[in-house]
């Protein structure tokens, strides 16, 4: 049976001479919650959205709208209340003991959901580091929903089972997963030098939770990860490699996907994974074009890419969902130059996506080259038809002459089947 959630959001009052910059739209970002708990499993109930002039440290609400609040509980059957925003130890004690029923923040769900969908090993190590370090500063008190067998949101994971959880004991699991996770980070980076040895590239599909990651992803490889219109469908990092139009192949990283508010702890329990952001030769930055906070999602992408140290690497903006979009919405968006429009589901603008990668992509660039071989030398020949592009083939006293494109990696291979005294030459 699906548990009952409320949501409940707070809009704070801005008064004249503060410097913090307003929080994003907290109607967008409440019916985000709301995706964010049916990806969970749970059932929305009720949304409450209130206004204050500042947050009550005690309980957020204050203590007028937690007893509405503790009405609605009794009245319609919750299970729990969801906040949009991260709570304290305090306040998330003080709101349980005046509403009745469990209390998960946004943070927890986010945790929650990562449980739910991480499926290696490697995934759900990390997403235990990050639930462990959030639980560590709330354990006093909280030994009631430690103790609890039943399961739910916010209670799966690594203290769904401890009856008597400390301190000690949670810290001395964090430095177990923290020497294991550094293994593994150890183990993909020699992974990575020894793909350096050849000149083949990289590329990270990053973007906005829900984006279209995945879709593209399988779109391009013709491979079969999970697709859901569910938050977080994708946990577990996933290399394939694509051939371009120029016949250069590029590994794709599909990778987890960002969203506003996404927990420091996270970041930090996936540095592993998200690694291949960092280490990629260029970023693709996969938007969702229909979606109508999408300067507010484009603003949290580019916050965790600079937390990674990301911001600076080659990109190329790619608007997703296309067929979302009415006719003069298209229409109105075709100016933007620089990006490409495409919709993964459809297939359409693949080509000009598969061109734009070819044209940005500055590791082993195509060089235009004029070959001579023996008709002995049927293998370097092959080379040449299977990782470039042949433009012209003539037969010239025994030899085989080539005009070709071809990866300048390979034309080095070829030196000295290079014909004429100009040799390999940029395109």
């Not at 305090?90 to 943070?107: H, Y």
């Not at 030769?281 to 916050?303: F, G, H, N, T, Y």
């Amino acid at each position: 049976m699906r548990e009952r959630a409320i949501l409940v959001g707070v809009r704070e009052k801005f008064h004249k001479g503060r410097s913090s910059a307003p929080r994003p739209d907290p109607e967008a970002s409440l019916e985000e919650l709301s995706d964010l708990t049916q990806s969970a499993g749970a059932f929305v109930a009720d949304k409450i959205l209130q206004t204050r002039e500042r947050l009550d440290h005690a309980t957020l609400v204050g203590r007028g709208k937690l007893e509405e609040i503790r009405q609605q509980v009794e009245g319609g059957n919750i299970d729990l209340l969801l906040f949009d925003l991260d709570l304290t130890p305090t306040q998330q004690r003080n709101i349980e003991a005046v509403a009745g029923c469990r209390v998960v923040d946004r943070t927890q769900l986010i945790l929650d959901i990562f449980a739910r969908h991480a499926r290696t090993r490697e995934g759900q190590l990390q997403v235990e580091l990050a639930q462990l370090s959030y639980m560590l500063p709330r354990l006093a008190g909280r030994g009631v929903e430690m103790s609890r067998l039943g399961g739910g949101i916010g209670t799966r994971g690594p203290g769904e089972t401890k009856l008597e959880v400390d301190r000690r004991r949670i810290r001395h699991r964090i430095q177990i997963l923290e020497k294991t996770l550094e293994t593994v980070r150890v183990q993909r980076m020699r992974r990575r030098t020894r793909r350096a040895t050849v000149p083949i590239a990289t590329l990270s599909l990053v973007g906005y939770t829900n984006a279209g990651k995945s879709t593209l992803f399988n779109r391009l490889t013709q491979a079969s990860v999970l697709t859901s219109a569910k938050m977080f469908a994708t946990l577990d990092p996933t290399l394939r490699l694509l051939e371009l139009p120029s016949r250069r192949r590029v590994l794709v990283s599909d990778t987890v996907g960002f969203i506003r508010n996404l927990p420091h702890s996270l970041i930090k329990a996936f540095s592993a994974t998200l690694e291949e952001v960092r280490e990629a030769e260029m970023i693709v930055r996969v938007l969702d074009c229909s979606a109508p906070d999408l300067a507010q999602q484009e603003e949290e992408v580019e916050k965790v890419l600079d937390e990674l140290g990301a911001l600076d690497k080659p990109c190329l903006r790619v608007q997703n969902k296309t067929d979302l979009l009415s006719p003069e919405e298209r229409e109105a968006r075709r100016g933007n130059a620089g990006e490409v429009f495409i919709s993964a589901k459809t297939g359409e603008g693949m080509e000009k996506l598969l061109n734009a990668i070819d044209r940005l992509l500055l590791l082993d660039p195509v060089v235009k080259v004029r070959l001579r071989f023996t008709q002995q030398e049927g293998k370097q020949l092959s080379w040449v038809y299977g990782l470039g592009r042949v433009l012209r083939r003539d037969y010239v006293g025994g030899y085989i002459d080539v005009d070709a494109e071809v990866p300048q990696s390979l034309a080095r291979r070829l030196q000295k089947h290079l014909a004429g005294p100009n040799g390999p030459h940029p395109q």
